[in-house]
């Protein structure tokens, strides 16, 4: 990891740790939880407030006031406003989305589920996405949610990250190592 991304995501971890730490101790997982998916999605869907957020341009007064407009409209706990504040204040707000994926680790690690990275060839029915659910949750031991996408160039079959493990079932590396061993042949 470079040094600027260990930074950040030691930053992250130290904000997150303590939202998390008081949204648990005030019973307000729920909501927190909540705030951050709609955080998460209004940060994915705006490329102004990814502006906002990254760009030295906009002072400590005007990142203040942005964030917490934008905290006011979306109803956001207090805790995660008041931290929103904060970081615009010490210009931290660059790495929010980190922050947003340490919260969503640990309410998922509180709640005892686990995500898996999913890409398929194609998109996945409801039925495929419940049982391959099923089967993970079986290996993991734990509520297992997907999040899926597609990558066409797999040609077939999925790759599946849960935590440090991966299994690539796609044709695209099947193909790939066969090529190799034909190289190796010949």
Do not use: C, W
């Not at 951050?36 to 990814?50: W, Y």
Request: glycine residues 6%.
């Amino acid at each position: 990891m470079s040094e600027p991304a260990s930074i950040s995501s030691g930053i992250a971890q130290r904000y997150a740790t303590a939202i998390f730490e008081i949204a648990r101790d005030n019973n307000d997982l729920d909501k927190l939880e909540t705030g951050v998916a709609d955080l998460g999605a209004a940060l994915a869907d705006s490329e102004d407030l990814r502006e906002l957020i990254a760009s030295p341009v906009y002072s400590r007064d005007a990142q203040g006031k942005a964030v917490a407009a934008i905290a006011d409209k979306m109803g956001l706990p207090v805790v995660l406003k008041n931290t929103l504040g904060l970081m615009a204040e010490k210009r931290r707000l660059f790495v929010l989305p980190q922050l947003i994926s340490q919260l969503e680790a640990l309410i998922a690690e509180h709640k005892g589920e686990v995500t898996a990275e999913v890409v398929s060839a194609k998109a996945l029915t409801k039925t495929q996405e419940t049982k391959l659910s099923k089967v993970l949750s079986a290996q993991v031991g734990k509520d297992v949610k997907l999040n899926s996408s597609v990558d066409e160039s797999l040609i077939g079959g999925l790759i599946v990250k849960v935590g440090s493990k991966m299994i690539d079932t796609s044709v695209k590396s099947k193909l790939s190592s066969l090529q190799n061993v034909m190289k190796e042949v010949g």
